[in-house]
């Protein structure tokens, strides 16, 4: 029997918040969960990693295992990875693109449920010699995503909403200083979380707004010290 | 920020401001960008639209890379030049649009999705298909797009735009509705008249699936936005005409969502069902994609 939708099964807030999320995003076809947003959970891979990999794992679930193929979601995903936006008319050639560089690809149509609960899933794995990042992160519908899980030089994390800034460092005390960054450009700060793992701090602040190009340029110059990821 | 079609109704009376206002204030507002910045984006979106349909008609017109559509904008205007078409000139020209735009999307063109790229022509459809008739001006056709994106935002946070959760009706019939509001608000009908347009157009296609032939967004999808054009076109005539839904506008979104959810997962984009399994859909998928797929 069909019954009224409960409010456990159903998000009160606000996911879409700008209209240009329902009247955009501009995108090369056919499909704006299964391409653009697809895109849009390779570039997050892309923003982790920072850099071309050698070798990617792609999983999908459910509505992605099953119409991938002819939604052209493959080379979606990659052309996020090499970090091309929707409307980059390499998107289609991202496969071709990427197999000149040499990077080793593989797609998996896993059988089973979506571990995000949700019918748009994909998992992506970036690695070379050295390290990896892994994404996993779901189409809601118009090319908007949401970042169900990240892991990143040995951390493992739920982002929450984009978007987000995450600092992995050595250094003690660093949030003073990045906090510090935030305040001089007017950065609201919607979120934030703390992470201690093998000698090394992650601090996740998620923003009230896209980052400017000041702040994230003062974030950069902090070099080495720091590994400062944008994701957005 | 705008939760229901009722808010939208009452703060256009309240403040007696056009919808299209609304969507304006709420965007500058929640992105903290300028009224420049939020109308040259939009009007980029109109550009990406007008470039689409334009490319449609070019030539033979343009055809997927499986060659299962393509090409039948062109066919239209040729149709409509003939000037005998049954359903009007007005009607005709929006659906050559409608098509012509998710043709180009199926081509792997640059398309605007309005909400998604599978139902990326019904917005478009509508408005260009109106524009000679009520002569529109391009502020106007921007005021359009904003007005169809405040509905759109409604629909999307209370219910859903994609098509694997909620099927075909989350797509073409949001579509379909936010363009009817907007056509309404355009030929000068009242933020009621608009709402009750919204409102027939969604009910009209609760309980469409979505069910992609090879799970490509070519068949059924290029076609149902013709008819979520013509759809839309046809609940703006009936509000403007004084007739009223007797549903409420966010009620209708409400049962949309819940029909959604009360459909299988054959029948929400994975190809597994609806026409995509008919013989002849089965037969296509495995010339396409193999049959080991």
């Known amino acids: ?232 | 920020m705008y939760m229901s079609i009722e808010e939208i109704v009452n703060a256009a009376n309240d403040n007696q401001k056009p919808i299209y206002e609304l969507a304006i204030s709420q965007e500058m507002e929640q992105t903290k960008c300028s009224y420049e910045e939020v109308w040259s984006k939009m009007e980029a979106n109109l550009v990406t639209m007008e470039n689409a349909v334009n490319r449609s008609v070019e030539g033979d017109g343009v055809f997927s890379p499986t060659g299962l559509t393509g090409g039948d904008a062109v066919k239209i205007k040729n149709y409509r030049e003939r000037g005998k078409s049954l359903s009007g000139d007005t009607m005709m020209f929006g659906v050559q649009n409608a098509i012509g735009t998710n043709e180009v999307n199926a081509s792997m063109g640059v398309i605007c999705a309005t909400p998604t790229a599978g139902a990326s022509g019904t917005v478009p459809g509508v408005l260009f298909g109106i524009k000679n008739t009520l002569e529109l001006s391009r502020e106007d056709m921007i005021h359009f797009l904003f007005t169809s994106a405040l509905f759109g935002m409604v629909v999307a946070n209370n219910a859903s735009i994609s098509g694997a959760i909620g099927g075909c009706q989350a797509e073409i019939g949001s579509a379909s509705a936010m363009a009817a509001a907007a056509a309404v608000e355009a030929a000068g009908g009242t933020p009621e008249q608009s709402s009750h347009a919204f409102s027939t157009a969604l009910q009209n296609l609760l309980g469409l699936v979505c069910d992609p032939v090879g799970g490509l967004v070519e068949i059924p999808c290029v076609k149902r936005n013709a008819v979520g054009t013509a759809n839309a076109l046809v609940a703006a005539d009936l509000a403007l005409a004084g007739v009223e839904n007797l549903i409420p506008a966010d009620e209708v979104i409400e049962s949309m969502y819940r029909v959604g959810r009360r459909m299988p997962a054959e029948l929400r984009e994975t190809g597994l069902g609806g026409v995509a399994t008919t013989p002849t859909g089965i037969a296509i998928r495995n010339k396409i994609l193999g049959t080991d797929s």
Not at chain 1, 8 to 25: D, H, N, T
Not at chain 1, 207 to 218: K, M
């Open chain 1, 1 to 232: 029997m069909e019954t009224n939708a409960t409010t456990s099964e159903k998000a009160k807030e606000a996911s879409y918040k700008s209209c240009f999320e329902v009247i955009g995003p501009i995108m090369v076809g056919p499909s704006s969960s299964h391409t653009a947003g697809a895109l849009s959970i390779g570039l997050i891979a892309h923003q982790l990693f920072k850099g071309v990999p050698k070798k990617v794992v792609v999983k999908y679930y459910e509505s992605f295992a099953e119409t991938h193929k002819g939604h052209g979601t493959d080379f979606a995903i990659i052309g996020g990875v090499l970090g091309f936006a929707t409307d980059d008319s390499r998107v289609p050639d991202a496969l071709k693109i990427s197999e000149s560089k040499g990077i080793d690809i593989t797609f998996i149509e896993e059988p089973g449920e979506s571990p995000a609960g949700h019918p748009n899933t994909a998992e992506i794995y970036l690695g070379d010699d050295n390290r990896s990042a892994r994404v996993v992160g779901i189409s809601v519908g118009g090319g908007l995503i949401k970042v169900k899980h990240i892991e990143v030089e040995g951390f493992q994390l739920d982002p929450g909403e984009m978007p987000v800034v995450l600092a992995i460092t050595k250094e003690d005390n660093f949030e003073i200083e990045l906090r510090r960054i935030f305040k001089a450009y007017e950065v609201r700060i919607n979120d934030f979380n703390e992470f201690y793992k093998e000698g090394k701090y992650l601090y996740q602040f998620n923003l009230n707004s896209q980052l400017t190009h000041d702040a994230h340029e003062e974030l950069v110059s902090l070099g080495d010290m720091v590994n400062i990821i944008v994701l957005n």
